[in-house]
């Protein structure tokens, strides 16, 4: 399983932004799928999952502002990310799992970044 992020980058406080993993490869097996961050000095964080069958979570910290989704035929998932604050600065990552939404992440994409501006 291969994952690609993008559409991070530079954006300020208070403006929105929108990151699309494309997975390929054999995706038979996967079943659940999430985003991460890592804020610069911090450690990586779960930001959101999305199982297979539709439940999902969330981080306190980003309820209510960002929103996870998927397209199946297009095999990308998203994460659209709305009021955002300097304290979302980080590196995000796509990951996928065979474990479900309880499981360990198999499979890590590169990252795109995402700076918020004051």
């Known amino acids: 399983v291969q994952l690609v992020e993008s559409g991070g980058g530079l954006v300020q406080a208070g403006g929105s932004l929108r990151l699309s993993c494309a997975a390929s490869g054999s995706l038979f097996s996967i079943n659940a799928m999430g985003w991460y961050r890592q804020g610069p000095g911090k450690e990586r964080e779960l930001v959101t999952l999305?199982?297979?069958?539709?439940?999902?979570y969330y981080a306190d910290s980003v309820k209510g502002r960002f929103t996870i989704s998927r397209d199946n035929a297009k095999n990308t998932l998203y994460l659209q990310m709305h009021s955002l604050n300097p304290e979302d600065t980080a590196m995000y990552y796509c990951?996928?799992?065979?474990?479900?939404?309880?499981?360990?992440?198999?499979?890590w994409g590169k990252g795109t970044l995402v700076i918020v501006s004051s």
């Open positions: 990951a996928a799992g065979m474990g479900g939404l309880a499981g360990a992440m198999d499979y």
């Open positions: 999305l199982g297979s069958g539709g439940s999902n």
